[in-house]
């Protein structure tokens, strides 16, 4: 299990889980808005990551074109403790 502060709050996750990074914290009860419900086409689910490791982008997240530090929260799975904010 990993560490996972977003917006200042304290979630965990599974670095082992197939679910990504969003669904894990969402189970948590993160307030995480995701139109598309995790197809990372809508990226309301952008996330600026502060410190922390995630597993490589996504095709997806290749095409969306995203700013530097930032990712898709719905295509990404955690591979250290994670300090993340989300962007929308």
Request: glycine content about 6%; charged content about 25%.
């Amino acid at each position: 299990m990993v560490k996972v502060t977003l917006n200042g709050k304290q979630f965990t996750a599974d670095e082992n889980s197939e679910q990504d990074l969003m669904h894990q914290l969402k189970a948590q009860g993160a307030e995480i808005v995701a139109a598309c419900n995790g197809a990372g086409i809508c990226l309301t689910c952008a996330i600026k990551v502060h410190s922390g490791k995630l597993t490589d982008k996504t095709e997806t997240e290749e095409m969306m074109d995203l700013p530097d530090g930032q990712r898709l929260c719905c295509q990404s799975h955690p591979k250290s403790d994670l300090d993340i904010e989300l962007v929308y």
